[in-house]
């Protein structure tokens, strides 16, 4: 069982949960403290210390963490002329889907459009949603470049805290 374990100012508090919530990780991120996850409960030595996690323990966790805040990054997706496109998964292959439907069926606007944050769009230009498409594409690629520099950096031990990382716009 993956245990979530705090770490304050480099030390393991002894709190450790089974489950993971938004919650618990808002509420220790507000106390300035790190969580990882362990395979192992912890125990206090003789001082009711319980002692420092390992290095890979930490750069593990910190790589978990930094490929789920790129994906949330990723999701915000694009704002195309004042209109924003999601950029998870799915929505970029119902992007895809719509562009192939309007291509084959030889249209260049979509009657109605409903857009990442549920608005309706009359008349919607298929030109916006492939520029939508691409730029949702080029900032994934930016992302996943800015991840893979950050990783080397934890790889190497030169980042520690990914509370100040800057993603690209």
């Given at each position: ?52 996690p ?8 910190l ?41 084959d ?9 409903k ?21 949702i ?21 030169t ?11």
């Open positions: 069982m993956k245990l979530l374990t705090v770490i304050k100012n480099g030390q393991f508090t002894g709190t450790q949960y089974e489950q993971d919530s938004d919650a618990i990780r808002a509420h220790h991120a507000s106390q300035g403290e790190m969580l990882v996850f362990l395979d192992y409960r912890l125990t206090a030595d003789e001082n009711g210390a319980y002692g420092s390992s290095g890979a323990e930490v750069k593990k966790q790589m978990s963490d930094l490929s789920a805040e790129r994906k949330f990054q990723e999701r915000q997706g694009v704002d195309i002329n004042g209109i924003r496109y999601a950029g998870d998964p799915g929505n970029r292959q119902a992007l895809q889907e719509a562009i192939a439907f309007m291509d069926a030889g249209l260049t606007e979509f009657e109605s459009w857009d990442s944050d549920n608005v309706f769009h009359a008349n919607h230009p298929l030109a916006d949603v492939r520029d939508a498409y691409r730029a594409g080029i900032h994934r690629v930016a992302l996943i470049e800015a991840e893979g520099q950050y990783a080397a950096q934890i790889t190497s031990g980042l520690t805290d990914l509370s100040d990382l800057v993603w690209p716009a």
